[in-house]
């Protein structure tokens, strides 16, 4: 083994600080094979009785499969299988050449009986078990942490930042049935902006986005805690108003409409109102979210037959 080599399996994390008589051992007892490229050196399938150090080249590890992103990449210097070698498992991920790569192989009777000889070894292979621990860890939150972000971009609107009508065909026949079964009166409103279209052709599509967000801001300002905001169609949101009877919804429904007739849309110097046509349908029965939204909407289209800017009620 030439000394390039000897100095790269010295500076390994697992060998570090070994005395010369135990490295010649190791040598002694280990075998340098290549890999080429695309070629397995480990897989959940198969046992596995070597320590692998990189000579050169690098190793992809995968955690699921090998058409899946990589979970890490490993250099020259640095070694799989230490957790094979503590449990007697099989590996728990593929490993595979990168590119081609010369690999010193070192039984694992070997590596035990460097461990059971040397303290450094041992000392050595717990802070590479530690690490391991840590960088999993840190695996196992970010993992986390990006499945709720793309579950929350799942049921978001990306425009108002509400939630959309695929979050609200879940979060609302839950709310419903949670609210008939305390036996609490609720109401589901449907909400339009008035002229919608106009609006986007008198001052153009970014404007009416813009009168979209304010809408929808404005409404969520509005609205207590426990009650449910969904962007349902394009101009057009859906509110579950949780322990409010006819009296509460109107009332809601009738602030809701003052406050966006009061609010002032601003873009540069362009500056105009908005009115919302509100249609409610109150109730205090698990009924079927379709059926309530029809009769809410049948409401909301009374609401712009009279005239728009007004709230009504389904009877
Ligand atoms: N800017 C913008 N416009 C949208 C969006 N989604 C839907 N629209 C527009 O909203 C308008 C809705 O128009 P209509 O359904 O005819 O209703 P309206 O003009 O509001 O009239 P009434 O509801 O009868 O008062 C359409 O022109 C859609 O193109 C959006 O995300 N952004």
Redesign the pocket.
Known sequence: MNPTDQALIRQNALFKGMDFESFDYMLEHSIVRSLETGERLLQPEAQNHHLHLILDGSLNVYLIAQESQEHTSLRAGECVGEVSLIDGKYPSAIVVAAEPCRILSIPYDTVWSLINNSRTVTSNLLSILASRLRNDNKTIVDTQRSKSHFEHQASTDA?TGVYNRHWMGKAFPRALQRCSHNKQPFAVMVV??????????TY??????L??KTVAKCMAENLRPHDLLARY????FAVLLTEADLDAAKMVAERLRAKIAAAEIRSDDISFHVTL?IGITPTQHNEKLEHLIHEADQALYRA?QAG?NRVEVFH
Request: net charge negative; proline share 0%.
């Open positions: 425009l339009d902006i008035d002229h919608f279209k106009k609006i986007n052709d153009g599509h970014l404007v009416g986005d009168a979209l169609g394009g101009e057009e046509s712009k728009r």
